[in-house]
């Protein structure tokens, strides 16, 4: 099983989960995170870290959210590794829990 980066993340990007990550499975893009599903050891360390509350157990997926499984893989692939926590966007806080954001995801 792995864990998942869902749609709350786009906009807000805190990293404050890939400090905790023991595999460095965490990968960064203009205004998300993901997680590759290949690294991830289902440590369970990730998912309190995030303030916007956007990590999930594959298994626990939020209704709607399911094909964040398949973004989180297609994208690590591309998207540089990221271990090490930055300042979130200075209006991740304005994004936090506003719906429908896939549309604003930047690749």
């Known amino acids: 099983m792995t864990f998942v980066v869902t749609e709350n993340c786009i906009k807000c990007k805190y990293t404050d989960c890939v400090e905790v990550c023991p595999v460095d499975c965490f990968h960064e893009g203009p205004n998300f995170l ?4 290949e690294e991830c050891i289902d440590c369970t360390l990730c998912e309190p870290e995030c303030p916007a509350e956007a990590i999930f157990p ?5 209704s709607g959210q399911e094909h964040f499984l398949e973004l989180n ?3 690590s692939r591309i998207w540089p590794v990221i271990t090490e926590m930055k300042d979130p966007p200075q ?15 930047e690749r």
Not at 34 to 37: A, F, L, S, T
Not at 58 to 62: A, G, M, R, V
Not at 91 to 105: F, N, S, Y
């Open 58 to 62: 594959e298994d626990d997926l939020p």
């Open 91 to 105: 209006d991740a806080a304005e994004w936090d829990g506003k719906p429908d954001k896939l549309d604003l995801l």
């Open 34 to 37: 993901v997680i590759d599903p």
């Open 73 to 75: 893989d297609e994208l």
